[in-house]
């Protein structure tokens, strides 16, 4: 994980008091493209939920 990377975690989990989901992004996307995300999360003070990104029914157990 690439320290911009580590620093855009940070500061969504400063924003919203939860931690980015990881597990459906991470790994999977560009860290780039994870950070765009957390960007724009942050920019629209909406979380990956809110903006459509990931849906509660993806998570499982």
Do not use: H
Not at 24 to 52: H, Q, S, T, W
């Amino acid at each position: 994980m690439s320290e911009k990377l580590q620093k855009a975690l940070n500061e969504y989990k400063k924003k919203f008091n939860d931690d980015f989901p990881t597990i459906p992004f991470v790994g999977n996307r560009p860290d780039e493209e994870v950070i765009e995300i957390i960007d724009e999360c942050i920019e629209a003070n909406k979380d990956v939920y809110d903006l459509g990104y990931l849906q509660l029914d993806d998570i499982e157990y």
